[in-house]
């Protein structure tokens, strides 16, 4: 792989992480999901995280997130030891 697109998955693998955190942080804070960002964060996140939410609640509390950051996580080290040797 080029290093080149290399770089830009990492990156994309950046932005998706801090897109899931974003989600997290505003399910802590915001009230009003009519907001359009709150909408774009919420549609971009639900189809990774609503399957997972399914299996991975317990008592109320949502482990989806967290296993989606350490396989996002996971990828981006790949990449970067793989792909880019270091």
């Known amino acids: 792989m080029p290093e080149g697109l290399a770089?830009?998955?990492i990156r994309a693998l950046d932005v998706a992480s801090f897109i899931i955190i974003a989600r997290?942080?505003?399910s802590w804070f915001v009230r009003d999901?009519?907001?359009?960002?709150?909408?774009?964060?919420?549609r971009v996140t639900d189809p990774v995280l609503a399957p997972l939410s399914r299996h991975l609640t317990f008592g109320g509390l949502d482990?989806?997130?967290i296993v989606v950051l350490v396989v996002l996580s996971a990828?981006?080290?790949?990449?970067?030891t793989s792909m880019l040797g270091g």
């Not at 999901?33 to 919420?42: K, N, S």
């Not at 990828?75 to 970067?80: G, I, M, S």
């Open 7 to 9: 770089i830009l998955l």
């Open 24 to 26: 997290v942080v505003m």
């Open 33 to 42: 999901t009519r907001h359009p960002i709150v909408q774009l964060v919420i």
């Open 63 to 65: 482990l989806a997130p």
């Open 75 to 80: 990828l981006r080290q790949f990449v970067a």
